[in-house]
């Protein structure tokens, strides 16, 4: 029984030092994106000028750079749910990404849903959850080339959101796994997106997200709110 219980105390710790790890990675991770790209248009700036298109986007990394803060604010508070518009939150997500693709991928993103869906939820975390599922998709694909592609199915009592891609698959003995705190595939990996993303959904939405199907040729996640 001694054993049993220094087992589990030992266990319970490595968990939440991975996690506390994870989330000062993560931290770092979201803050990386914007930053960089500011960087890269400030060197714009100086060899070029200032234009429009320039100008439009660092005011898109701002308004990131402002949009993680609040999410780790968020993360930890008691979360008021508002109507939102689904459709507009998911071409804002899509579109950011597009513009920021890796120049060595050429990875197509497709929409498959009509305007103006509307949910209950807090566009601040769902945007990260489903940011999280977009670019670890875009890790998934291997190769120069691939797809993401974003379904929604609206019914009277839920909405259903698919996000499905062509990358390298998840074996079937690890489709719960991907969500737990410190597992991850990626040798540079921490394991912490897919965590947060399922307490997004889960807990704050009262919704689900599973692997639906993967094999070699993809993955599609399924989220039910």
């Known amino acids: ?9 030992s266990s319970r710790k490595s968990l939440q030092n991975a996690l506390y790890v994870g989330i000062f ?4 991770h979201q803050l990386g994106t914007p930053i960089s790209s500011l960087m890269g248009w ?43 518009n689904l459709s507009n ?24 849903y009509r305007k103006n869906i509307d949910l209950r939820g807090d566009e601040i975390l769902l945007s990260w959850a489903f940011e999280n599922l977009i670019k670890n998709s875009i890790q998934a694909i291997e190769g120069s080339s691939g797809k993401i592609e974003i379904n929604v199915e609206q019914k009277v009592s839920n909405i259903t959101i698919y996000f499905k891609d062509t990358g390298k698959g998840i074996p079937r003995s690890d489709w719960k796994k991907v969500f737990s705190p410190g597992y991850s595939t990626k040798s540079r990996g921490w394991g912490v997106g897919l965590s947060l993303t399922q307490r997004i959904i ?6 689900k997200i599973y692997v639906f199907a993967s094999s070699k040729q993809g993955t599609t996640f399924k989220i039910s709110i």
């Open 1 to 9: 029984a001694v054993i049993g219980i220094i087992s589990y105390s």
């Open 25 to 28: 990675k993560e931290t770092a």
């Open 42 to 84: 400030s060197e714009n700036i100086k060899n070029k000028g200032l234009s429009k298109d320039v100008l439009e986007y660092i005011d898109e990394d701002i308004r990131k750079l402002k949009d993680i803060s609040e999410r780790f604010s968020k993360i930890g508070s008691k979360v008021s749910l508002d109507e939102i």
């Open 89 to 112: 939150l998911l071409d804002e997500i899509t579109e950011y990404t597009r513009n920021r693709i890796p120049k060595t991928k050429k990875i197509e993103i497709i929409s498959n």
């Open 202 to 207: 889960n807990q704050i939405h009262s919704g």
